[in-house]
């Protein structure tokens, strides 16, 4: 059979994508899936990345190419686990886009519940970061754009809530983000334990009935 010539099988491939460039992304996003999964089970301290090439089905050498140190490769998945989280949210937005914020928000929530399902690990591992952080000399906190973004993503679903009267009277904007942050990574804190993994799904509901204002009943007492 007759062999292409080289400069010909270059022409053919994309511009400014280096041959095996979907392989090195392929081997990149492996690492950090497993590198999510194993620094939930087993914490910064105890995780190890031979364990976590070995889960990704690479050599340790691999994965030191990708990620100079266990620091980097935390740093990179906390990065990850934080994107894909707050996409979450975002695609419930785009998907009603003329529904009001509470809907928006909530249907996030399912969302959430449902990506828990196939990644059980991420929100264990995004809500001990902070822990982590504190605890490791080591570790450094993301750049503002990506520490942020779960402040930023519920800064601007509630300015618009207030925009188009959905807010609450005197509710504080900020103090509202913070409180609705301390409510995710309590949740999902709660998602990493053996006894509430299964009823994970139960416990996000009830957290949306409480969003909604219906998770307890005001009864007028009789004097």
Not at 42 to 58: F, L, M, P, R
Not at 100 to 111: F, P, V
Not at 176 to 183: E, P
């Amino acid at each position: 059979m007759k062999k292409t010539p080289l400069s010909t099988r270059q022409q053919r491939r994309k511009p400014g994508r280096p041959l095996g460039g979907s392989i090195v992304a392929d081997t990149r996003q492996r690492i950090l899936e497993s590198a999510i999964a194993r620094f939930a089970m087993d914490g910064y301290g105890k995780a190890s990345n031979k364990a976590i090439a070995a889960e990704a089905g690479v050599t340790a050498a691999t994965l030191y190419h990708y990620f100079e140190s266990k620091g980097t490769l935390y740093r990179s998945a906390l990065r990850e686990a934080n994107a894909v989280l707050v996409n979450v949210y975002r695609s419930a937005c785009k998907e009603l886009p003329d529904a009001n914020s509470m809907e928006q928000l909530c249907l996030g929530i399912e969302k959430v519940i449902a990506l828990t399902r196939q990644r059980p690990g991420l929100m264990a591992f995004a809500a001990a970061s902070a822990g982590e952080i504190r605890r490791h000399d080591d570790l450094e906190w993301l750049e503002p754009e990506d520490s942020d973004a779960f402040p930023n993503f519920f800064r601007g679903l509630l300015r618009r809530a207030r925009s188009r009267g959905e807010l609450g009277r005197g509710i504080d904007i900020e103090a509202a983000v913070q409180m609705l942050i301390a409510c995710i990574s309590g949740l999902a804190a709660l998602q990493g334990t053996p006894s509430a993994t299964k009823g994970f799904a139960s416990v996000l509901r009830a957290f949306e009935r409480m969003l909604r204002g219906d998770l307890m009943l005001s009864v007028d007492r009789k004097v």
